[in-house]
């Protein structure tokens, strides 16, 4: 059988439908999941280990059979746990295949095999009876379908099904309850992924805003979480105006209620300002008394002692509709909206009269802005710096009479070009979203007879659409909203080669070159979510490390995959180390490009990996960095562009093994970049 997959490819800027095999699909999903990160997240098993040994107890003690219902089983690895507490039996209910099997194999490992029965079904296809897949109901119900939203996953409608049909009445829950948290803050950094901020441009002619249309100003934006490593921020990017509140709760011993609801909570600021974020976590107790507890808040709130790093589990930024100005001490409402799968918030002056003044809408974008710009392109939109490097660019290349053209998704340099005196701008913009927003944008700045947008695929570009000028200066970030990796804005180059006959013959490029760099890093925590875990509270869980492995194999070469690394500290272990240029002056070429190399170790440290991302070589003397922008101190602490994904690939040879034998002294690499494909194939060895 086979399957279709979506992938971008970068040498066209659209998103394709491949056919692959059926397989690939679940590979992709084992290869990247977060079972290992679980599986390493110590406190997390900890205390589910403690949570159920003092659930088991509680029923013995009641004289009844320890009955388990494990949704969601994964590996085994709580069954597994309660089975070892010595529960009478347990139903470990896995939906996805192919952890189904692994649980079995495990579960047979570890010599559960008369205690546990794992069953290949949702939970709401469970059945109960004797000719069931249960004998009887369960009197506990243990599961771990939290996601850093607590119920993205679906936990409140698979736990509303699992006391009707599934669990006794009284039943003892693992975890019994968790509570969600709220903090009110100002962030200009925050706020900058969700809002575009006016563009300041010294032109010639004075000073030139760019505002965004109200529309846009007035925008909920999308529904979908904004998940972080909020530990990474730190304290001077926000300013907290309200304590720590509680803002709900669900009891898992109890039937719990899916339907959309709100809850909203009384807050007395603590400083004025503007209100404009509400950052959130969550916590769990494991059992009813609150003294096994596991909890995601971030360091300003507990102490750092009880740190676990975890990627499976982050905090959220939920950002309100719009800033409203708070004054310490003068009380304002936060309310809560939730529907089965995700939350959102609103904050009230004044508490309202009646319900029917709480809007229950689940924000929708309505500037289509939210659909074009995900949330670090805001922040890249906005990043006034980076703006200036390109104005500064424009200003060294463009003419009274420059014809120029820009190639970039959604992007204000045509602007910045009409601005800085270009004489005719022309986009391109490939999509119906893309377009309609540049629109409104031209539009709200007056600008929709100055700029011309052409929705057409650069090959499909004609003399007309450009009214037989030739382009004297093509622009591009470059920036593509299908681009997953770094290298994947070269669709720049192809865009540019396909427009060649449009261009004039002493047309400007800028950027003129793109190079891709690497350096070889330690990871603080990053690597966790590649090594493999052995035994976990004592239970073999190898299956599951091979089976990642063998899914990271399943394509030949492994690949490089994106992580912003701002939440995801390191330390340089090499020199950054330039090893690609591309030059968009010329056309792509028809060969591949190739390079072979070694760099030195400079500092001692685990090579985890090599971190890759692009500059741009806008004009001479300017260039802008996507990935590395400073190596902080003599440690090797690295900054890294925060609007920006960088390429890792990992080594999975150093990730493996506990103890390195000898201390390797340099990496050598061979990077390839197939020009027919646009993909970059890398192979690194440890000298
Ligand atoms: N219990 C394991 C794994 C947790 S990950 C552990 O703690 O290590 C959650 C797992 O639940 C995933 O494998 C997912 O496929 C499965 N899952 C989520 N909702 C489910 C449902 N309603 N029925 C069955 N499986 C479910």
Not at 406 to 434: M, R, W
Not at 475 to 497: K, Q
Not at 541 to 555: A, G, P
């Amino acid at each position: 059988m086979k399957t279709f997959c979506g992938r971008a490819n970068p040498t066209t800027g659209a998103m394709e439908w491949l056919e692959e095999d059926e397989n690939y699909d679940y590979h992709q999903e084992i290869a990247r999941s977060r079972y290992a990160d679980m599986l390493h997240d110590k406190d997390r098993n900890v205390k589910y280990y403690q949570g159920i040994r003092a659930a088991v107890s509680r029923v013995k003690e009641r004289g009844e059979k320890a009955i388990v219902l494990d949704i969601g089983t994964g590996t085994g690895l709580l069954s597994m746990m309660a089975a070892s507490a010595g529960a009478d039996f347990c139903y470990a209910i896995e939906v996805f295949k192919p952890m189904a099997n692994a649980a079995v194999k495990i579960v047979e490992k570890n010599g559960f095999r008369d205690k546990i029965k794992v069953i290949n079904k949702h939970s709401t296809e469970v059945t109960v009876g004797p000719d069931g897949d249960m004998q009887c109901r369960a009197n506990i119900l243990v599961t771990e379908l939290f996601d850093t939203e607590l119920i993205g996953e679906g936990a409140l409608p698979t736990y509303e099904h699992a006391h009707k049909y599934l669990v006794q009445e009284g039943c003892e829950a693992v975890p019994h309850r968790a509570t969600v948290y709220v903090q009110l803050v100002e962030s200009k950094r925050m706020w900058s992924w969700n809002k575009l901020f006016p563009v300041h441009v010294e032109a010639e002619d004075g000073e030139k805003i760019i505002v965004s249309p109200s529309e846009m100003e007035n925008c909920p934006g999308v529904p979908s979480v904004c998940d972080i490593q909020l530990n990474q921020m730190p304290s001077r990017d926000f300013t907290i105006l309200s304590d720590v509140v509680t803002m709900f709760s669900v009891d898992f011993s109890k039937p719990v209620r899916s339907a959309s609801t709100y809850y909203r909570v009384q807050l007395e600021p603590v400083k004025s300002g503007k209100a404009q974020i509400v950052l959130s976590w969550w916590d769990i107790d494991m059992d009813p008394s609150g003294m096994i507890n596991c909890t995601m808040a971030p360091y300003w709130v507990k102490s750092t002692s009880a740190f676990q790093w975890r990627d499976h589990w982050m905090q959220c930024v939920y950002f309100l509709p719009n800033e409203e100005p708070v004054l310490q001490g003068e009380k304002v409402y936060l309310t809560a909206c939730r529907d089965e799968y995700s939350v959102w918030y609103t904050l009230q002056k004044a508490s309202p009269e009646n319900k029917a003044a709480i809007s229950v809408e689940s924000p929708v974008c309505r500037c289509q802005a939210h659909l074009l710009w995900n949330r670090p392109r805001f922040g890249q939109l906005n990043d006034q710096n980076r703006t200036s490097q390109y104005i500064k660019s424009l200003m060294k290349v463009l003419k009274t009479d420059s014809v120029c053209l820009c190639i970039s998704d959604g992007s204000l340099l045509p602007v910045l070009a009409h601005y800085l005196g270009a004489k005719q701008v022309f986009t391109l913009e490939n999509s119906s979203v893309s377009r309609s927003v540049m629109e409104k944008f031209f539009k709200a700045n007056h600008l929709e007879d100055k700029i011309k947008i052409i929705e057409a695929r650069p090959e499909l570009l004609t003399s007309s659409h450009l009214e037989d000028k030739k382009i004297s200066v093509l622009v591009g970030e470059p920036f593509f909203t299908t681009s997953l990796l770094p290298w994947h804005n070269l669709y720049f180059w192809y865009a540019r080669t396909a427009v060649t006959s449009h261009l004039a013959s002493n047309v400007t490029v800028l950027p003129q070159s793109a190079s891709l760099h690497m350096m070889i890093v330690e990871f603080q925590d990053l690597w966790r979510i590649r090594s493999p875990c052995g035994t976990c509270e004592g239970f073999d869980v190898q299956t599951m490390d091979d089976m990642i492995k063998n899914s990271l194999n399943f394509r030949e070469s492994k690949e490089a995959e994106p992580h912003p690394l701002w939440e995801y500290p390191c330390k340089s272990l090499s020199d950054p180390q330039e090893v690609l240029t591309f030059d968009f002056r010329k056309t792509v070429p028809q060969h591949s490009l190739s390079t072979e190399g070694s760099v030195n170790l400079l500092r001692k440290g685990k090579s985890h990996g090599a971190v890759l991302w692009m500059e741009y070589h806008l004009a001479a003397d300017i260039s802008v960095s996507t990935g590395l922008l400073q190596i902080s101190n003599e440690k090797g602490n690295c900054e890294w562009n925060p609007h920006c994904k960088q390429a890792v690939y990992f080594f999975s040879s150093v990730i493996e093994s506990e103890t390195l034998s000898d201390i390797p002294s340099a990496v050598t690499y061979a990077i390839n970049f197939n020009t027919k494909t646009g993909d970059i194939a890398m192979d690194f060895k440890l000298l």
